[in-house]
């Protein structure tokens, strides 16, 4: 697996030192920059797996630069800030940000926010290359992508809403790998622009779960196919046989 390359955006030399030193004693390859081009010339020289990116850039505003780089590519970003009301964190939400983190903070903490958003990335990137997968067969039902039909055992062909087929590809091109209710919503927002979880999110994906649920299980409330995995999330615990259509 690559080392993990960060990009560290702070205007302060001794907080972005700080940072950087941290960050490289813990596994990762950081880089620093002080300004946006500064921050550019590190994007267009090489691979960038996250970007920790500072609010207050000097005369620079780093809210409107995640939003203007949300618009050109899909690079992690998390917003560190000592702006920690609730409405400036929705903000840094709004225009892109995938975590916000308040300074001044634990360094142990912000490591363990780093490695959740860049696992997060990982798995939603993942999740959504091999959704690319034609076909699938389970259980007896036939999954077509292509055609974007489902076919039960009996041969007929259940109707599932956009949401529920997209539910369903992400769950067959991953068989018995329990998926927390934030990497299913990641993956199902294949624009990247999901919002991170809470409550209302993790709600959502239970109802349409749900929905799922009664259109391929024999007994939605004693699921066989799709269950809960306590603890963590949802898994499709059955075999699936992909195939090119």
Known sequence: MAIP???VVDDDPEVRQM???FLRQNGTIALPAATEAEMRQHLSGGRVDLILLD??????????????????QDVPVIIVSALSADHQRMEGYEVGADDY?????????????????LSRARRSSSLVHRRKTQRFR?????????????MS??????????????????????????LTRAEIAAALDVTGDAAPEND??????????GRLRSKIEKNPKV???????????????????????
């Open 101 to 117: 983190i308040a300074k001044p903070f634990n360094p142990g903490l912000l490591l363990a926010r780093v490695k959740a958003v």
């Open 200 to 209: 209302a999110t993790g709600r959502a994906i239970d109802v349409l779960v």
């Open 153 to 178: 055992p009996a041969g007929i062909q259940v109707v599932l809403s956009r949401r529920e087929t997209a539910l369903l590809q992400t769950l067959v091109a991953n068989p018995h790998i329990p």
């Open 19 to 21: 940072m950087t030193q």
């Open 5 to 7: 390359r960060i990009l």
């Open 138 to 150: 389970f259980c007896g039902w036939t999954y077509d992508a292509k055609r974007d039909e489902v």
């Open 223 to 245: 699921p066989q196919i799709l269950k809960t995995e306590r603890g963590v999330g949802y898994v499709f615990a059955t075999d699936v046989m992909p195939e090119d259509a």
């Open 55 to 72: 609010v207050m850039l000097g005369d620079e505003n780093g809210l409107e630069i995640c939003k203007h780089l949300r618009r050109e």
